[in-house]
Structure formats: structure tokens, C-alpha cells
């Protein structure tokens, strides 16, 4: 994706690029992500990962991971549903089930702060 890319013109000005994932806007899905889905997952306020660079540079990594198994999932949904089920049942082997009711709770708290509404 190429959010707030910029380019070089030929009178030496940068200028935002102007393809139609560039155009979006500049508070949009990553930053939102990275604010909002990074510290509900976490379990931590982003305020607390800033202080520690690897766990800041593994907020933006989880974000950027998040916003492509999105992509993925609506691109390839019978996939990212058949990868999950194998996820789980992984888990469930060094897990128990109630352990795994905090993916249910992070992805009920992100859906509530990120609300989204489908537009065709």
C-alpha cells in the first residue's frame, strides 16, 4: 500500500503521490489501527509501548500484519477461515479454550472502536 507516499517532480518539488491507495486519507486505516487495534490486542495503552522501541517497532509490525490479514481475508476468505481453524486447534493443544476467549474479547473491543459499515 502506498500511504503518504510521496514523489520527486521534475521541478525538484515533492508532491503526494496520486494513485488511488495513496489518496487516502492521512489519519486512515494504518494509523487507526496502530492507535486503536494495537493496544486492545496488547492489552497495554500505546502510551506504554512508546517508551520501549521494540515493542513500538512490534505495534507497527502487528498493525501493518493486521491491516494485510484483512486484505487477505476478504480476498481469500475460504482460506483465512481454514487457516484459522488450524490456528486454533493449534492453540488449543498448549491452550485451553478459555484461554482463547481473549481473541474473542480483543476482536469484540475492536470491532466497538473501529466501527465500520460496508459501502458497495
Known sequence: MGYRKTIERKDGK????QCRD????P?????DLRRLAVPIWHGRPLEELE???ESMDYAKVFANGLESGLILANLRPE???????QLRAYYLTTHTA???QDWER????????????AIS
Open 98 to 100: 478459555e484461554d482463547l
Open 14 to 17: 515533492r508532491s503526494g503521490c
Open 106 to 117: 480483543s476482536a469484540g473491543t475492536v470491532t466497538r472502536a473501529l466501527p465500520m459499515q
Open 27 to 31: 489519519e486512515g486505516p494504518p494509523h
Open 79 to 85: 482460506w483465512a477461515r481454514a487457516f484459522y481453524l
Open 22 to 25: 495513496c489518496l487516502l486519507p
Open 51 to 53: 517508551g520501549e522501541v
